[in-house]
């Protein structure tokens, strides 16, 4: 495990790429969803209409709580280098 005592901001800015990562990730998951829904205006199949109303996916809701969860430890680490919220 890196010492970040030695770059006290660099876990926070690791945290944000990390976050960055995260979302461009479920941006390009909504372009799958288009593509989806899309696929379902066009073929009107059963299967496609049922993937259609199942949105949004598995791979969303991991992806927008692994975000929720990131927002804790870069509150964490904000508070633990600038001090806690007055």
């Known amino acids: 495990m890196h010492d970040y005592d030695d770059e006290p901001l660099q876990l926070i800015y690791d945290l944000l790429s990390e976050q960055q990562m995260k979302f461009y990730e479920l941006v390009e998951l909504m372009g799958e969803y288009r593509r989806m829904i899309e696929d379902a205006a066009e073929t009107s199949t059963e299967n496609a209409v049922r993937v259609a109303r199942g949105l949004p996916g598995a ?28």
């Open 59 to 86: 791979k969303y809701h991991v992806g927008t709580e692994w975000i929720r969860q990131n927002w804790f430890k870069y509150n964490n680490e904000i508070n633990r280098v600038f001090g806690p919220a007055e």
